[in-house]
């Protein structure tokens, strides 16, 4: 098993420029969830998903769009990126809500 | 929303040494998870930890939820076990919430 599979790992875009953080898992995990992670913080929640077609805000969810359109997968959208969205985004699943979370490798995104 | 604090925010230890880590949280969780960032930014989850206590060799924590509070001991810290430490709840009513780490240090 790959568990949760992140691409791509570093990214560079300019203001206003749009892109997809992909996220995949092989668990048959129903939850995933996005997560950024500021330095010298911890984690907050963007967006999550307890199954596929259901998707809810997190702590943090404007400026990104989610989808889960199958159980694997869960892609993050940026819609017109902001240097205050430079960060690394971490994607996590777990079999059900409020249970042992896995995470992905994270992704370095820097938007200048 | 409900509040995470962990402490220290920073910890320096010769090899060898003993150290207990602490997360409080302001309200009733559900679940209370451990994980450890290495310094390649992997996050690894040490501990499902939502009342009791559990070990995994020389790791153990131990959640009283009555309280709020959950503690991580790191015995015979090696150098392997420096990163960040973040712990993790869901509250009853609410979305997940991590604290802001604690940093340890582990010095040959």
């Known amino acids: 098993n790959a568990g949760v599979t992140q691409t791509p790992k570093f990214q560079v875009l300019k203001t206003g420029q749009s892109m997809t953080l992909q996220c995949a898992q092989d668990m048959n995990h129903e939850y995933m969830s996005w997560y950024r992670q500021d330095p010298g913080m911890g984690l907050r929640l963007i967006h999550y998903?307890?199954?596929?077609?259901?998707?809810d805000q997190g702590e943090v969810p404007n400026g990104y769009n989610v989808s889960r359109s199958t159980t694997e997968d869960f892609p993050l959208r940026l819609l017109s990126a902001a240097p205050s969205q430079t960060s690394v985004y971490f994607c996590?699943?777990?079999?059900?809500?409020?249970?042992?979370?896995?995470f992905g490798s994270g992704t370095q995104l820097s938007v200048l | 929303g409900i509040q995470v604090e962990q402490s220290p925010p920073d910890l320096i230890l010769q090899e060898g040494a003993n150290s207990t880590l602490r997360c409080n949280f302001s309200?009733?969780?559900?679940?209370l998870q451990w994980f450890h960032q290495n310094p390649w930014g992997q996050l690894i989850n040490l501990f499902y930890i939502p009342s009791g206590t559990k070990q995994n060799g020389r790791l153990s924590a131990t959640t009283v939820a009555t309280e709020r509070y959950s503690l991580l001991y790191i015995s015979s810290s090696q150098t392997t076990d420096s990163g960040v430490y973040f712990c993790?709840?869901?509250?009853?009513?609410?979305?997940?919430?991590f604290g802001d780490g604690t940093t340890l240090t582990v010095k040959p």
């Open positions: 998903s307890v199954g596929a077609g259901i998707t």
């Open positions: 309200d009733s969780v559900n679940n």
């Open positions: 993790a709840v869901v509250p009853l009513a609410g979305k997940s919430t």
């Open positions: 996590a699943s777990s079999a059900d809500r409020g249970e042992k979370l896995f």
